[in-house]
């Protein structure tokens, strides 16, 4: 599968607009719930903040991947959130993380899974790949950015 | 044709399209009465590779290792029960390691003339190609590759097949 299959522009959201790890959580939880991706968005929430509370999973240079396996999705579902302003996720680096994406997937989905979480490792060794989607304006810029890379 | 396909290896990875090739994979190794080979791969590599990223916990490879070799189990298992129903047995072959090469190594390793992979994503953007694990193990093949596309011919053909 490819990642941009999980891509569209109602699972972007930009920019986002919480100032904390849960409430980014949150919103892009949320984000999915209104997209008709979920049915259970504290279920979720619980799975995503249980992982986070194992290590997070801010990474360096601005980038997070908070990631969960739940029975509570019936697929993988990748939500992507833009936070230009910076939130504190208690990154590896120290820095404020601007570029999120979650990822859930049920359990029975682990090739998928680790397949898409792969694909997003390599694209975000890319920094100039990072800092044009960090630039972007709308969710639409966004899947624009991944289509055309 | 007996002797230009002797024996064919589909590639199983979970997803519906891999399924679907291995339909085919059945229905032809039964045709041209070839040996047929499943193999699925863990990709142990990616899991290192998302420790090294700090993507994951030691903990979750763990985790994931687990739950990878149970998936290679039931979708090999399928495909065997698949083959038994139209009287064909199929050897399920279970690798770890970087998926291409491991591919690359089975093809070698059971003298494979034919490769069969399902249908791969559409490819949308330059990072897809390069990234595909299907694309690289096709362009790795060192045998002919046939890609099963038509997944509802393929399931209808598959059901009447004798």
């Known amino acids: 599968m490819a990642l941009l299959d999980l891509i569209t522009e109602e699972v972007v959201k930009v920019p986002l607009l919480s100032t904390s790890k849960p409430d980014v959580i949150r919103e892009l939880i949320d984000m999915l719930k209104k997209a008709g991706k979920i049915a259970d968005p504290d279920k979720i929430f619980d799975s995503v903040m249980k992982r986070e509370s194992l290590g997070s999973t801010g990474l360096e240079n601005g980038i997070a991947v908070p990631h969960a396996k739940t029975i509570d999705v019936g697929n993988l579902l990748l939500g992507i959130g833009i936070a230009p302003q910076g939130v504190d996720f208690q990154s590896f680096d120290g820095k404020p993380s601007k570029l999120f994406f979650m990822l859930l997937a049920p359990p029975d989905k682990a090739g998928p899974h680790i397949e898409a979480l792969s694909e997003i490792a390599k694209i975000t060794k890319s920094q100039a790949f990072c800092r044009m989607l960090i630039k972007a304006e709308s969710a639409k810029e966004v899947v624009e950015i991944f289509k055309e890379e | ?162």
């Open chain 2, 1 to 162: 044709m007996n002797s230009l396909i002797r024996n064919i290896l589909v590639y199983i990875d979970g997803s519906e399209s891999s399924i679907t090739a291995a339909q085919y994979a059945i229905c032809l190794a039964k045709t041209v009465s070839a040996k047929l080979f499943a193999l699925y791969v863990v990709n142990t590599r990616a899991l290192t590779d998302l420790v090294a990223a700090r993507i994951f916990l030691k903990e979750e490879q763990d985790e994931f290792q687990v739950d990878l070799h149970q998936d290679a189990e039931r979708y090999l298992n399928h495909v065997k029960n698949l083959g038994l129903k139209k009287g064909l047995e199929v050897q399920t072959l279970s690798l770890s390691g970087t998926v291409n090469q491991e591919i690359k190594n089975a093809l070698a390793a059971h003298d494979i003339d034919l490769f069969v992979l399902g249908e791969t994503a559409q490819v949308r953007s330059r990072r897809d190609e390069f990234y595909s694990e299907a694309e690289r193990a096709m362009r790795g093949s060192t045998c002919s590759v046939l890609v099963v596309k038509d997944e509802e011919r393929v399931w209808n053909v598959f059901d009447s097949f004798v």
